[in-house]
């Protein structure tokens, strides 16, 4: 039997698939870590990064263990690449009504995020539906890397698709993430953008890996909609990846600059102390809209999601 979560279609008759959580039972398919929660906690949207839908609102942000990327570089990596056996006593079971009435107490939304919401897709697919019912936005923070099956399970009912686009090419995905195919998570962007879902994209830039992708990911996204915001976060050495020193901030201005050129009209760096690289300027006049600093809105100066001076319409959700 072959999972269908993910491009990897791991044969899980033969044990648990690459994402070391999902398997067959009894002849069914079974996700193993649905209601298992290994984090969870009440973040600033901002902090997913996403900054252009309901900034300054609240997601109650869970996640599990797995992953089907497992990244070599991975921040996360005691929960993406835990062992379920080994990790199982330290989850706690929440099932989605539970998570969505804890929610509905404490947050605007609802986000999947810390590892791979692909790995328990139908945990989250339950929870969204849940939660759309009780009024809350829905996050899935994705690398990107999930089938078509996955996709149109997650579309009705997840509002906001923050990916990860951490190369360009299958090339570059090969250092850090063996057998992903580039191809599949551009596909999964542009179905997301074509079915008028909210998009923010993330590229964790690491130097002499996947910085030389860096112009193509922003022709990429222009041809899309030079709209959609564009975070590039800085690197720091994690997990496997200690070899590969810290982003140097001069790149990430650089990239910045080299996206806003090409006609990006949100972009964004994580990951440093640099005052207004995480504001919101309006691109058609330059006037201060968004300021934050760190991971909280300051002040929205936006007037029904529109520049107050020169009247442009920003890209994203700002209330309502």
Known sequence: ??????????NLSAG???????SVKDD???CDVCE??????????EKKPVFHYLPGSTVLSVGTLGCNMRCIGCQNWEIAHADLDTYRWNLQRITASELVALAKRVSDGLAWTYN?????AEYVYDGACLAKEEGLYTVVVTNGYYSIQTFKLWEPVVDVFRIDLKGFT????EKFAPGVKASVILGNIERAVSCRKHVEIVTNVMPGVNDGDLEAIADFIKSLNPEIPWHLTRFFPQFKMQNVPPTPVSLLIRARQMALEKGLKYVYLGNVNLPGMENTMCPRCGNLLIERKGLFTVENYLEQGSCPRCGNKIYGRFGG
């Open 28 to 30: 069914k398919f079974s």
């Open 16 to 22: 648990r698939g690459y994402c070391g959580v999902r």
């Open 1 to 10: 039997m072959f999972c269908l979560a993910c491009p990897r279609t791991c």
């Open 36 to 45: 298992l929660v290994s984090s969870i906690a009440n973040d600033p949207i």
């Open 116 to 120: 791979e919401p692909t790995v328990w």
């Open 170 to 173: 299958d090339e570059t995905y």
